[in-house]
């Protein structure tokens, strides 16, 4: 499948109308997935307007809200975040007084999670926003085909788990 798109303008004195062969690429999963992330990211940011949210953290203030007193540990391992880089996530959500680290009451060595009430607060705008953000990518689907979408995305990672 060699099929040719036009080539992104970067809008200096370089940029080209010229053709670009993506070879390939056009025909690959991976590829329109992880072009497809990058426009519904882009879109989040957008519906959010909150530049210092990401997809990831609203992830984490979500499951933290649904999940009073997690640990950093158990979150690391439901985000898919090694733990290193969870930290520093909380340490930004704290400094924004979104979160607050408590010791755990069952291992004084491990950090449990809440939210403050201004990340409940913001939590509770942001579902709103997040939601309707949902909505208008459906649009382009319909019900019935975004949840095909959905239900095949999980198939495809239950086969990667289980290759």
């Given at each position: 499948?060699?099929?040719?798109?036009?080539?992104?303008?970067?809008?200096?004195?370089?940029?080209?109308?010229?053709?670009?062969?993506?070879?390939?690429?056009?025909?690959?999963?991976?590829?329109?997935?992880?072009?497809?992330?990058?426009?519904?990211?882009?879109?989040?940011?957008?519906?959010?307007?909150?530049?210092?949210?990401?997809?990831?953290?609203?992830?984490?203030?979500?499951?933290?809200?649904?999940?009073?007193?997690?640990?950093?540990?158990?979150?690391?391992?439901?985000?898919?975040l090694?733990?290193?880089?969870?930290?520093?996530?909380?340490?930004?959500?704290?400094?924004?007084?979104?979160?607050?680290?408590?010791?755990?009451?069952?291992?004084?060595?491990?950090?449990?999670?809440?939210?403050?009430?201004?990340?409940?607060?913001?939590?509770r705008?942001?579902?709103?926003?997040?939601?309707?953000?949902?909505?208008h990518?459906?649009?382009?689907?319909?019900?019935?085909?975004?949840?095909?979408?959905?239900?095949?995305?999980?198939?495809?990672?239950?086969?990667l788990?289980?290759?």
């Open positions: 499948m060699n099929q040719k798109q036009a080539a992104p303008k970067s809008g200096g004195k370089n940029s080209s109308a010229a053709e670009l062969d993506f070879d390939l690429l056009p025909g690959l999963i991976g590829y329109q997935l992880r072009l497809t992330q990058l426009a519904i990211f882009n879109d989040f940011g957008k519906s959010l307007s909150d530049p210092a949210i990401s997809p990831g953290r609203f992830g984490v203030l979500a499951l933290i809200g649904a999940n009073p007193g997690l640990t950093q540990s158990r979150l690391a391992l439901a985000t898919k090694d733990r290193s880089t969870m930290v520093a996530v909380i340490d930004q959500l704290e400094a924004r007084n979104l979160v607050e680290r408590r010791a755990a009451p069952n291992d004084r060595r491990s950090n449990a999670l809440w939210l403050t009430d201004a990340g409940k607060k913001l939590l705008a942001m579902k709103q926003r997040v939601r309707a953000h949902e909505t990518i459906a649009a382009a689907l319909g019900e019935e085909d975004a949840a095909r979408l959905i239900s095949m995305l999980a198939r495809i990672r239950a086969h788990r289980t290759s």
